[in-house]
């Protein structure tokens, strides 16, 4: 895209979001994204705010990588616990208490 039809279409998203009512911002989609994506939002803003998707490139783009963010780091988390015995070794408990003992 050339750099005119950008900005006009940045002009009409500005104008739109100031008088269309209830149009949300980009800043208060950024505020909204967390209570959206673990679903406490509110019905009414939750339709605002799938309605800036929209019409929003730029928070769409936005949305799709915060999304992706947070499945990388529950799956991170997943392989993190995963990776963690059940219990203590005993052979370990036994080393880490030899090693507090006084020395002579
Ligand atoms: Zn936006």
Redesign the pocket.
Same mark, same amino acid.
């Given at each position: 895209m050339t750099g005119q039809p950008r900005r006009i279409v940045r002009f009409l998203k500005a104008t739109m979001m100031r008088y269309v009512p209830g149009m949300i911002? /980009?800043a208060e989609?950024d505020d909204f994204i967390v209570s959206y994506l673990d679903g406490t939002l509110p019905q009414k803003e939750r339709r605002l705010f799938e309605f800036?998707i929209r019409y /929003?490139r730029? /928070?769409r783009e936005y949305l799709s990588a915060y999304r992706r963010t947070v499945e990388l780091e529950k799956a991170a988390f997943r392989q993190v616990e995963a990776e963690l015995p059940e219990s203590v070794p005993e052979d370990l408990i036994q080393a880490i208490l030899k090693a507090r003992e006084p020395r002579p």
């Open positions: 911002t /980009c989609f800036h /929003c730029e /928070c």
